[in-house]
């Protein structure tokens, strides 16, 4: 596909140097409306680039406004620099490749730039992630009948319509305005990510993956977040249940629970519901609920309420960061329910006796960004 230079045409009004032609070839990329991309409806495997679109790409100091002119459809596994077909729960990468009458857009697996292109002769302009497995029918479901490798509609992404962070596996949540991670979390530090098919970083506490998300620009997820993000996802069901051995290994992606129904969101997130608790900010103060054996005071700066002789412990969190008097410790709230809960979990599930230092291999991390 063809992206035309506006400076190719001598006979086209957009060829004169004059103000009204400056104010679309000075900016880095301009378009009417909130997105350069947007999902064909109907169609799983084809994208469209909007009209009026100017993108400008800087060659040997040389700026190349190229320019879309018209709304059209892209078929992107025809526009593959590698292969013919789309490989299931990966993230694919759209490119302008400088071209002599223009610019050439091409579809990647690579995430610097397309096979045969190179960093300075081509620019990243937008991407998407491919749905894992395939979803089957749940009716009413936004990915009912979708298969493995169909475009997944939400983690669409481009230069204006995008987190913070890398888009590398995230989906948009409209309702919050946010993107939240299509799968848990794998990989702790920089190598944090939401992979399909990752092993699920697991026995580490609340503290810790706050750390990882913030290393990838990225925040822990949260209660009320959890609810919406969660909607139309396997509910008061679970991955094995109520009766099934825990997973070993936990990877990442494209579950089904135990009656065969996909585990995924209105909004393409997977497994947030029955397959682990994930730490979410919305917490409160856990109290000890052992009984008192005396008589406390019921006032005063000594009252300790009726939560307990164990109120009054002193501990201190993992990496010498800090301790917390008077009371157990701050409870991370856990969403969703883990693998055996059964009618327990949900997208309202909750549970909220564990202290944020707890370690458990039922407990993960999933993380949110804001738009940019």
Not at 39 to 66: C, S, T, Y
Not at 116 to 128: E, H, L, M, P, Y
Not at 163 to 185: K, N, R
Request: net charge negative.
């Amino acid at each position: 596909m063809l992206l035309e230079s506006i400076w190719k045409d001598e006979a086209s009004a957009d060829y004169a140097l004059n103000a009204a032609n400056l104010s679309f070839i000075m900016p880095d990329f301009l378009a009417n409306g909130n997105r350069l991309l947007s999902i064909v409806p109907a169609n799983r495997r084809q994208i469209a680039l909007e009209a009026d679109i100017f993108v400008k790409l800087i060659v040997n100091g040389l700026h190349i406004p190229v320019k879309n002119k018209t709304y059209v459809t892209i078929a992107p596994e025809t526009i593959l620099d590698v292969g013919s077909s789309f490989t299931p729960g990966k993230d694919y990468s759209l490119y302008l490749v400088q071209a002599d009458a223009g610019a050439d857009l091409v579809c990647s697996l690579n995430s610097t730039y397309p096979a045969g292109a190179t960093a300075d002769n081509s620019r990243k302009i937008g991407g998407f992630h491919t749905v894992c497995a395939n979803v089957g029918t749940i009716v009413g479901h936004p990915y009912s009948e979708y298969m493995a490798g169909d475009i997944h509609i939400h983690s669409l992404w481009d230069l204006k319509h995008r987190p913070i962070c890398s888009p590398d596996g995230m989906a948009y949540v409209e309702p919050l305005g946010e993107w939240w991670d299509i799968y848990g979390q794998s990989g702790t530090g920089t190598s944090t990510a939401s992979v399909f098919g990752g092993t699920a970083t697991v026995s580490r506490n609340y503290m810790d993956h706050v750390d990882d998300f913030a290393a990838v620009g990225k925040n822990l997820i949260w209660d009320e977040g959890f609810q919406i993000a969660a909607e139309g996802s396997n509910q008061k069901t679970s991955f094995s249940g109520g009766a099934g051995a825990e997973p070993n290994p936990k990877t990442q992606g494209g579950h089904s629970d135990s009656t065969g129904r996909r585990m995924i969101s209105n909004f393409g997130l997977e497994d947030m519901c029955g397959w682990l608790w994930w730490w979410a900010r919305g917490g409160g103060w856990r109290f000890s609920q052992t009984t008192h054996t005396d008589s406390p005071a019921t006032s005063g700066p000594n009252y300790e309420g009726s939560y307990g002789a164990d109120i009054q412990r002193h501990d201190d969190w993992p990496g010498n960061k800090g301790s917390v008097w008077h009371t157990d410790g701050r409870a991370g709230l856990l969403v969703g329910a883990l693998w055996v809960n059964g009618s327990a979990s949900g997208s309202r599930a909750r549970y909220a006796n564990y202290p944020r230092s707890a370690l458990s291999t039922s407990n993960g991390g999933r993380a949110c960004a804001r738009s940019r």
